[in-house]
């Protein structure tokens, strides 16, 4: 029973995930749950078994999107001072500009199309990217900053801007050169 169990955990992680990467790409209006199916290459009726209606797959794609950004943080762990794990984090965003190019940033874009839906989802992907703000403010503090909370949003908004402009000009070119301003500002900030 329990290998049943473990098999059902993952199938539904990998509906999640699955969701997450379709909403993405095609947005939560547009998806349906076959191409939800499709993207994790598992029969439409399996998809039911786990989630009932759609806003139960777009649920679970926030919680893939916290599980992700929290895997990433504790990734992030592994560098020795908190100017090189936000310099990381930053590397990692610049990374993946050319699915921003392409999608814009996949938590941004999500909190902004649940924002125009009045059914709370919108503050639980809040909660999301306010888990990634903490960590960020965090980072800052360690740096002996007071302004840390400031700072956070900062960055933060830095990344969803240039996310954005990347998106709508596609170019990456953009989100390179922020993140090589952003990296020399966080540098400036560790004297």
Known sequence: MTNSVGRGAVKRERL???A???FHEQGVEKTTIADIARAA???VGNVYYYFKTKD???QAAIGAHDRTLKEITA???QFDTPAERLKALVRGWVDQRDMAVQFGCPSGTLAAELDKRADGLDREMAEVMRGLLDWIETQFAAMGRA???ELAVALFASYQGISLLTNTFRDPAMMTGEGERLERWID???Q
Do not use: G
């Open 16 to 18: 999640a995930d699955a």
């Open 20 to 22: 997450a990467k379709v």
């Open 41 to 43: 290459e598992v029969p």
């Open 56 to 58: 139960q797959l777009v």
């Open 75 to 77: 990734a992030l762990e």
């Open 147 to 149: 302004d840390a909370r």
């Open 188 to 190: 400036s900030l560790d």
